[in-house]
């Protein structure tokens, strides 16, 4: 079974809105919707000083890892982590089994003030999330397969394609 249900272009849209009001409620620097294996799906916010690709992949697994250390202390509830900085701190919340947010925030914006507007972004992701499951049941894709070191797969012609255009 495929972990991420296949998003098209008015999913992505919608993902968008939700996380551009998000930021300017929460007033976030930035918001990144992942899948659990560390692909980005999208994001908002301001992308400048931010790799969003790496963030996306060192944020899952920090929340991968802190998900098994909450397992070992027997914490049954683990849906969230914090980092604080001096000059930026990062919140990772879990949506549903496939995919969290990142927020990305200045340090003297309290984490409560996140959190609190998280609450509703979520929700709001995990049913435009789940509406595009229903929409194809079968029809979803598990990134974690794909070998982006070797891009020949992506990429390539179609035989029928090219025998039509000889």
């Known amino acids: 079974?495929?972990?991420?249900?296949?998003?098209?272009?008015?999913?992505?849209?919608k993902?968008?809105?939700?996380?551009?009001?998000?930021?300017?409620?929460?007033?976030?620097?930035?918001?990144?919707?992942?899948?659990?294996?560390?692909?980005?799906?999208?994001q908002q916010g301001e992308a400048s000083d931010f790799d969003f690709t790496t963030i996306?992949?060192?944020?899952?697994?920090?929340?991968?890892?802190?998900?098994?250390i909450a397992g070992l202390v027997n914490e049954k509830k683990f849906d969230s982590i914090y980092q604080q900085g001096d000059h930026c701190s990062l919140f990772?919340?879990?949506?549903?089994?496939?995919?969290l947010v990142v927020v990305i925030?200045?340090?003297?914006i309290g984490v409560g003030v996140v959190k609190y507007h998280a609450v509703k972004a979520v929700k709001r992701?995990?049913?435009?999330?789940k509406y595009a499951q229903e929409r194809e049941p079968d029809g979803g894709l598990d990134l974690s397969i794909l070998n982006v070191a070797d891009t020949q797969n992506f990429f390539r012609k179609k035989e029928k394609e090219e025998k039509r255009k000889r």
């Open 125 to 129: 992701i995990a049913r435009q999330l």
């Open 105 to 108: 925030f200045k340090s003297e």
């Open 56 to 68: 996306a992949a060192l944020a899952s697994g920090a929340f991968m890892a802190n998900q098994t």
């Open 15 to 42: 993902l968008d809105g939700i996380l551009n009001e998000f930021i300017e409620s929460a007033d976030a620097t930035a918001a990144l919707i992942i899948d659990k294996g560390g692909f980005l799906i999208t």
């Open 92 to 99: 990772v919340v879990n949506v549903d089994e496939h995919c």
């Open 1 to 13: 079974m495929a972990t991420l249900p296949q998003l098209i272009e008015e999913d992505i849209h």
